[in-house]
């Protein structure tokens, strides 16, 4: 599988954004799962796991 050419904090977005996904970390994993590179560093970010969160909770 090819790696994915996209932003991987915009796609943590989309991720969030969709009821399949409850958590920052089940995002994490989907993440990972799709081949982005560096997950966890660009999800260490406090400020970006609270708008993640944020976005999980208002759907």
């Given at each position: 599988?090819?790696?994915?050419?996209?932003?991987?904090?915009?796609?943590?977005f989309?991720?969030?954004?969709?009821?399949?996904?409850?958590?920052?970390?089940?995002?994490?994993?989907?993440?990972?799962?799709?081949?982005?590179?560096?997950?966890?560093?660009?999800?260490?970010?406090?400020?970006?796991?609270?708008?993640?969160?944020q976005?999980?909770?208002?759907?």
């Open positions: 599988m090819a790696a994915p050419t996209g932003d991987v904090v915009a796609r943590a989309e991720l969030a954004a969709d009821t399949h996904y409850t958590t920052v970390r089940e995002i994490a994993r989907q993440l990972d799962k799709e081949g982005y590179a560096n997950v966890a560093a660009h999800l260490q970010s406090l400020a970006l796991s609270r708008q993640l969160r976005v999980i909770a208002a759907r």
